[in-house]
């Protein structure tokens, strides 16, 4: 505690003990040492607040053989107390001496105490508040004590009531005689000090009780839960609720005198006053209160209000149900097994919270507007169709392909385009570079027949640095899905595929062109780099003679990975080792060399149909050499055309792990190809050759 002022005096009391001798007096060898003991307080004064604690630090001093007792003694204990340890706990206002006692000598210290500027203050021991309510014929104890300083204090105190008739004390207890409001005023002094008096003010109820139990029950209910919907699978729920009311008014049950339903929010509650019979609204979710009063003979109403929610059946995720597939670009939730069971007009999502229920997303046209993506990890969230209110464990894509004409998305828009074309590909554009991210989903096969790709521009950049800057850079995975009949276009479906870009699991059956003798009809996209292609299959008609094209792409960096892959294409008119021609792989490549630290196995079990070379030509960073696709080497082997003109040959650059057949027969007759790397899931293996598996 914080100790006060103390006096700054100093009080040393020393009592010299002389002992008397024993023996001869005459021999001074034979004489006792004269006993001193001392005791010295470091300050002789100190003022207290009632209710604070000192400490007293007193310093002993004696040569006896022995320690002398120390003992402390308060000349009033009402005012200053001590301990045995020096303890002074100031008691009271006033004065007081506390005498430090050691062995024969003596201190003195001086306590004076008082309220400073402290306010005592009289409090109730039971209650915070001043306003009490109270029903007739009951007791209440009105036990009060003194605040002061942080302490509490017993005090004497008297009550006084502003009716005498009104009801009786029993000590701090009292007990009113007819209801009404009376005031209890309580009042003391403390220490001499004339304390505020204090006034409760009471408030007597007559005793009436009101008793609300569903019908046949005699459990009282305090509310009422009810639910917008009656059965779900095993879950069923209270739609509707048939009560008895009454009302006990000394001990008597009476009837209410009347019953009503107010504050009925949204309608959600239907309330049938011949038959005492909550219903609730369908499709519709509230609250409201159910209105209880009653007047007894004297003429005083008496009331009560009883909450009435209506909410969303609520259904929870049990283990063994599927975990969904969210998009978080349309918000879409697959909602026929979730909500398989309703009228197909009832399936549609109207409210999605939170697991918790605490966080309301936004739902238009019955999508979820907000979904944030965190990929393949299971989050929950609660969707409700205005009905039931169904808990569902989901991981994210951020779209479904479904048709044809949902590959348009992926069509990046030129500098010279407006970005709101009616495709998604303005919800891309960042720091003006075009990147589409996220994992799309081919849900179901397509067959496009009729429908032609968007025409895709080139974009800013093109080349090295669009490989690097630009393009599709998330996962489309096809899921062993197949595409028929396509048409495409210039750009392919992608335009370009930047760094860590994946096209995988996908099957391309009878993909055609839109225009021969053009530059970029290709099926994956213009430029591909550092992406991954994997499970693959793609599968051309007959076409015509084609300019400066390739079928995946028209231009590839070699540290793109192709693993079990296999690309088909059914006589195709071709001219070798000019400037016109088509390459079954791309037109155009890029070594690994010229990026830097590439992945060199970058053609991993992929296979090759075409009476065509793999690659057109290239066109590579070293000065001005040009090279082209050897015609008599279909593993594609990489000369210097201008070299070979001049007589010189350069060394050859070579695609490894990659298997080229001219026709369908020498790759049907080959030997020794090893598919164990090719997933059943998506491949079926017919003698020496592999095959897409297609529904």
Known sequence: MKKRLLALSLIALVTPITMASCGNNDNPHHDDPQIVETVTLPISSANLILGETYKLTPKFETNAPTMPVISYVSSNSAIASVDDQGNILATGVGDAVVTVHFGGASAT???????????????????YSDDITIDLGSTIDLKAYVSFNTQKFACDFTYKASSITAGSFDGTKYTPKKKGNIDITISGSFFGYQLASKVVHLTVKEVVSFSLTKKGDVQEVSSVYLYNYKQYGKYTYLTEFEFDCFVLDKGEQKEPTSIELIDNDEGAVIYDAANKKLTIKEKTVGTAKLHVSYTDKLGETFSKDYPVSVNYSFVPFEEGEPIQTLETLTGEVDTSEIFGSFDPADRKITIAQSADGKKNYEVQDGKIVGLEDHGDTVQSIRIGNGLILKEIKFTTISKFIRTAADLDMFRLVTDAEIAEDGNYCHKFIINNKRVIEGTYVLANDIDASGFTLKDRGRITGEGAGAFSSYG????????????????????????????????????????????????????????????????????????????????????????????????????????????????????????????????????????????????????????????????????????????????????????????????????????????????????????????????
């Open 109 to 127: 210290f001086n306590v004076g105490v008082s309220l400073k500027d402290c306010v005592p203050l009289i409090k109730l021991e039971n209650f």
């Open 472 to 695: 599709f850079r998330g996962t489309f995975d096809g899921q062993g899905h197949t595409i028929s009949n396509l048409t495409f276009s210039r750009g392919g479906i992608f335009t370009c595929i930047g760094t860590d870009g994946v096209v995988k699991n996908v099957g391309f059956e009878n993909a055609k062109f839109d225009a021969y003798n053009k530059e970029d009809r290709v099926v994956i996209g213009s430029y591909i780099n550092n992406a991954v292609i994997q499970n693959v299959y793609v599968h051309v008609d007959k076409n015509p003679s084609i300019n400066a094209s390739g079928t995946i792409c028209h231009n590839v960096n070699l540290s793109t990975i192709f693993k079990n892959c296999l690309i088909v294409m059914d006589d195709v008119s071709h001219e070798l080792n000019a400037d016109f021609g088509y390459g079954a792989l791309s037109s155009y490549c890029t070594s690994y060399t010229s990026l830097g630290t590439a992945n060199k196995e970058f053609m991993l079990d992929t296979y090759v149909v075409a009476n065509c070379p793999l690659i057109k030509g290239q066109r590579f960073s070293a000065g001005d050499k040009l090279y082209y696709c050897d015609a008599d080497n279909c593993s594609f082997d990489l000369v210097d055309k201008k070299a070979q003109v001049e007589g010189t040959l350069y060394p050859k650059y070579t695609i490894p792990h990659i298997k080229h057949f001219k026709t369908m027969a020498d790759y049907e007759g080959s030997t020794g190809n090893d598919y164990s790397s090719f997933s059943s899931k998506y491949w079926e293996v017919k003698g020496n050759t592999i095959s897409w598996k297609m529904n």
